[in-house]
């Protein structure tokens, strides 16, 4: 069945909830800007944001980044882990979870930085479509941080391999650098942790699948369709990845059958426009001669199960006493996703929320950390954060809301960006951009197909294009 997240009117209510005489102010402080040092871990899309937020506020920054080159997620590689499930906690990790086909389930307009657009290159090198392929995406990281300098705030092939608090509010950071003897020990001021949450898989529970024969694997270690050739795969999941990866699928398997909490548990039904795949209810049972059961009564024999099924909040390297936990996927307590009310400032997490356009949010994240790491802007006190924090959670759990859809953001995206631009001082989120994200969601459902190349928003491109001769016009190319 459907969880039902809360209604907008609380969420926001809850979101705004600070006492009056502790608002952030809509303005910088006339207070001396304080410069920290500040380690951020990970050089994906958020530790880009937050590194050059960071320093244009003044602060000294070192990116700590485990891979040699930066993008995160966003770097693709056909190499796959060794346990193909992603169970295994000493597997050698592979960060992304990238498939060879993906293309953006986003238009290309409403996806980049405030003051960086992600636009097609006039020369038409790249991949200039409006939902282009993900190497595009990583060209326009690879871009941005050329742009801006960030590069030189990075430092490669560095895993943190610890945090820790230690005495005066500062934090200890171990990291290891490859194929380096020994262990680097700094101390800096405040982390932003930035590690991304893409890669520690989450597995369906499906009963009796511990005597199945089959192959289960989870999307975390899919690439390619072809060595699918001729199976039949049983595919749980519903979200972009489960529909974009069957659809992959159906080109080489025998069968594809897609599994939905979704939908009814009596639900069975011939995909439109495919002659070789199926939407079923949930799983009832597996069994040791192959078998798989559906709640619908339908009985498959199949050669793989694959889980789409989402990922865990991963923070091995963190050590918080306790102060920061995990609970059904939800990292906690933090004061708008962000803050954990006993660390603040001096701890912090970019890029938590899902279900909304990252980088911008990201963007508004990190302008509102750097601009409290300098004191330019004042969080509410320890107490009235856990209690605005206590508030959401309840909210949460009054509309039966799991602990797992905390940082489920969907349609309050907005609200919630607005709200930190406003804090920051900044303008908050265009009308066309909320405009064009409600119009491809709607297109996705009308024309799943075919929605990265046919649309009816021309009149919002037109509003974002005018917009970002006014941004690039006007924008601060300067490292500081």
Not at 13 to 18: I, V
Not at 157 to 173: A, M, T
Not at 263 to 289: C, R
């Amino acid at each position: 069945m459907d969880i039902e997240l809360p209604c907008a009117a609380n969420f926001i209510d809850n979101l705004k909830r600070t006492p009056t005489t502790h608002h952030f102010p809509m303005t910088k402080s006339l207070l001396p800007i304080q410069s920290r040092n500040v380690a951020v871990i990970g050089a994906g899309a958020a530790g880009l944001i937050a590194a050059r937020e960071l320093r244009r506020e003044g602060h000294r920054v070192v990116v700590l980044e485990k891979n040699n080159r930066i993008g995160g997620t966003w770097v693709y590689t056909p190499r796959v882990e060794s346990d193909p499930l992603g169970a295994d906690p000493n597997r050698a990790v592979i960060h992304t979870s990238l498939y060879s086909s993906l293309r953006t389930n986003l238009p290309r307009e409403v996806m980049g930085f405030t003051d960086y657009p992600f636009t097609a290159r006039d020369d038409g090198s790249g991949d200039p479509r409006r939902f282009p392929g993900h190497a595009e995406v990583l060209r326009y990281l690879e871009e941005f941080v050329s742009e801006f300098g960030i590069d030189e705030m990075v430092r490669f092939e560095s895993e943190v391999v610890n945090v820790g608090l230690i005495e005066n509010n500062k934090w200890k950071v171990k990291s290891k650098l490859r194929n380096v003897d020994g262990d680097c020990d700094e101390i800096y001021d405040a982390v932003v942790v930035c590690n991304g949450h893409y890669t520690e898989p989450r597995i369906a529970e499906i009963p009796g699948i511990d005597v199945w024969p089959g192959k289960q694997m989870h999307s975390h270690n899919y690439r390619v369709p072809e060595p699918f050739r001729n199976q039949v795969i049983i595919l749980v999941g519903s979200s972009a990845s489960a529909v974009d990866i069957c659809r992959d699928l159906a080109g080489v398997a025998k069968e594809v059958h897609l599994v939905s909490r979704s939908v009814a548990d009596g639900t069975y039904e011939k995909q439109p426009g495919f002659d070789n795949m199926w939407l079923h209810s949930m799983i009832e049972s597996a069994h040791d001669n192959g078998a798989v059961v559906f709640r619908n009564g339908h009985t498959v024999h199949a050669d793989v199960i694959l889980h789409c099924t989402g990922y865990k909040y991963h923070f091995p390297f963190l050590e918080t006493n306790g102060i920061v936990t995990m609970d059904d996927n939800r990292v906690g307590p933090l004061y708008k996703h962000v803050f954990p009310p006993v660390l603040a400032p001096w701890l912090s997490f970019v890029g938590l929320p899902w279900k909304v356009i990252p980088f911008p949010l990201c963007e508004y994240q990190s302008k509102w950390i750097a601009g409290v790491l300098s004191g330019q802007i004042v969080l509410p006190s320890q107490e009235e954060m856990m209690e605005d924090t206590k508030a959401f959670y309840s909210t949460l759990e009054a509309s039966g809301t799991p602990k797992r859809y905390t940082h489920n953001m969907g349609d309050y995206q907005f609200d919630y960006d607005n709200l930190l631009a406003e804090q920051c001082g900044y303008l908050g989120v265009e009308g066309w951009r909320k405009q064009m994200y409600n119009a491809v969601s709607k297109n996705r459902l009308t024309r799943p197909e075919t929605y990265r190349d046919e649309w009816d928003d021309h009149h919002l491109i037109l509003q974002a294009q005018e917009d970002f001769i006014k941004y690039t016009s006007n924008r601060v190319t300067s490292k500081y």
